[in-house]
């Protein structure tokens, strides 16, 4: 029986209208969760040239977890350099308390040196920002921080899955450390060199990087199983691309060399019909 990657579709959330109904369409679709990334101060420049602009991510959340009943909550991803880790730590917790335990918390040391200094976060400490943010998050979920708690305690225990955003070395390492899981993401030379991490511009690259990463995982003593949420060559992130065949024959190839997650968009109009052809082709 081939492997079977699960789905994760991206919310809308550049405006308020169409959260609610598309988090019931992406449900209904058959798909496994619904993300969210987080940009909470980008430049005009950089969404006039690519960007997307979003709301913040736990409120989003918050309102796709209340219209629905399955659906996993998937932030891909979180910066927590942006925030003081109690603040995410609560916001977090009182997410997955609310939710029943659905949440996947993807993180990332973050790329936009501008909106670094917007939010006045040193922007060369933000690798050490992210591992001090986990090792607070993890403790304010477990106990406390020198005599102060974080409350509501997740519903998932110890705390909800970890994965780990990035394709260098330092981002394997970090997913290995504290997480559960690995998102790697599609990067040519060109978008690799603008979000300071590793190239992966193909499928043979993306093996050679799991390869490396499981190597590691080995080295480190970690002999459980790592999620790896990639997203698709096929469908680009943020781009309304509609696809179905495309899709399924890049999943299966995919899921063979250890991809279990999928994280793309797709246009609002195509989420239930996308799902019920893709869906039920991929759980064969």
Known sequence: MAAVVKL?????VAEADGIASCAREIEAGGFDACFVTDHPAPTRAWLEHGGHATMDPFGVLGVAAAVTSTLRLHTHCVIPAYRHPLVTAKAVAT????????VILGVAVGYLEEEFTALGVPYADRAFLLDDALRVMKAAWTGDVDGHVVLPKPHTEPHPPIWVGG???????RAIAHGTGWAPFPASPRVAAATSTADIPDLDALARAIERFRKLAADAGRTDPFDICFTPFSHP????VVDPDALVEEAHALARIGVTWLAFHLPAAHMREFGAEVVTRLRR
């Not at 992130?237 to 309304?240: E, F, I, L, P, S």
């Open 237 to 240: 992130a943020h781009q309304d």
């Open 167 to 173: 394709n260098s070395t330092a981002a394997m390492r």
């Open 8 to 12: 994760s579709i991206e919310l809308p």
């Open 95 to 102: 997410l997955d308390a609310l939710s029943r335990g659905r």
